[in-house]
């Protein structure tokens, strides 16, 4: 006769216990606190850029918070041209490759960034005249770099930013030297470096429908070549004063149609005031002058402000949950507000509050608005 399987009270509880820590687990002291990647496991992934300091695990309380929420990084600046390709000929992969090995320890994928875009290029492109030497450049950086990631890395940004605002081609050294079709040229030259990587387009603004259009005519044009693209990466740098989320659903569903992935790829929104009009740019190139008045919150975001913060990231979730189906990440740029390049970028030395966790890293109002969400799901 079989004997009964007999379950005690204790380890019933204990059971239960794990069963509830993958969900909701606590970090750096601050009580029990939800973890958005178990939260979003059956929806998208979520992510966040690291900079050097993370990818070297040099401050355990970040390193803690970014394990637990994070299921997927991107390197803020560490695989751009300048720091990985920084002479004609001479690599550097030596950040790279930490950070391949940071996110392999942690389970974590790993969308590389960037191949080819017109910002943070090394010194050497800057005087680049001839037309043959910027296609070498292009054909070389991408095979030498795509083909050592390629299983490594999930996916690749191949091209970033290479529209203006009103749909055009921006006038790059890219564009410039080797005309429109340099993109179809380096989603070509990726899908031969690197066939078991994820390809994608990504920019910002190509919500705003002029933007859009360009986006998807570009978007089009690579796959009429017969060239795969897997998915396009909306930036996501938006100011809580103007998040355009009729916009931003439109979009996910327009090029979602096109049969590829759709991502947030940089999200963050800002709080401070914009010194642009219509607080549309993400342009790192823009540079404005400090003065005060650009810089309110110095000493703590008042409740209202905090309060729309929260309501903004609210809706924004909301609507990437209805659209589950067709958007497989959501990357923030940052973990922590101290982190974000916005207290620096456009102005110089702002303290800015973008993110989902403060300067000490505990979850802001915002978090709460986010994950509750699906609270009743969990
Ligand atoms: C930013 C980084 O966050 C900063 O540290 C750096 O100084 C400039 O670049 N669009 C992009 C990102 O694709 O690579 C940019 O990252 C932000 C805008």
Known sequence: ?????????????????????????????????????????DDFRIGTALNTTQIEEKDPAVDALIQEQFNTVTPENIMKAEIIHPEWSRYDFTQADRLVAYAKKHHMTVNAHTLIWHSQLPSFMHT??????????????????????????????????????DGTMRRSVFQQKLGDDFVVEAFRTAEKAAPHTKLYYNDYNIEEPAKRAGAIRLIRKIQAAGVRIDGVGIQGHWNISSVPFQKIEDSIEEFAA???????????????PSPFKDNITADVNQKIEYNAAMNPYTNGLPDSVQQKLADCYGNLFRIF?????????????????????????????????????????????????????????L
């Open 258 to 272: 096109l049969g590829i992935e759709v991502m947030f790829t940089e999200l963050d929104l800002s709080v401070l």
């Open 1 to 41: 006769m079989k004997k009964p399987v007999f379950i005690s009270l204790t380890a019933l509880f204990g059971i239960l216990l794990l069963a509830d820590c993958a969900s909701h687990r606590s970090f750096s002291g601050n009580g029990p606190v939800h973890s958005l990647k178990a939260i979003f496991k």
């Open 128 to 165: 680049m005249q001839n037309t043959d030497s910027v296609r070498q450049y292009l054909t070389s950086h991408i095979h030498t770099i795509a083909s050592r990631y390629d299983g490594k890395v999930y996916s690749w940004d191949v091209v970033n930013e290479a529209l203006n605002e």
């Open 321 to 377: 949950l209805k659209h589950k189906d067709k958007i497989s990440r959501v990357t923030f740029w940052g973990a922590g507000d101290q982190q974000s390049w916005l207290n620096d970028w456009p102005v110089q030395g702002r303290t800015d509050y973008s993110l989902l966790f403060d300067r000490q890293l505990k979850p802001k109002p915002a978090f709460f608005s986010v994950i509750n969400l699906k609270k009743t799901n």
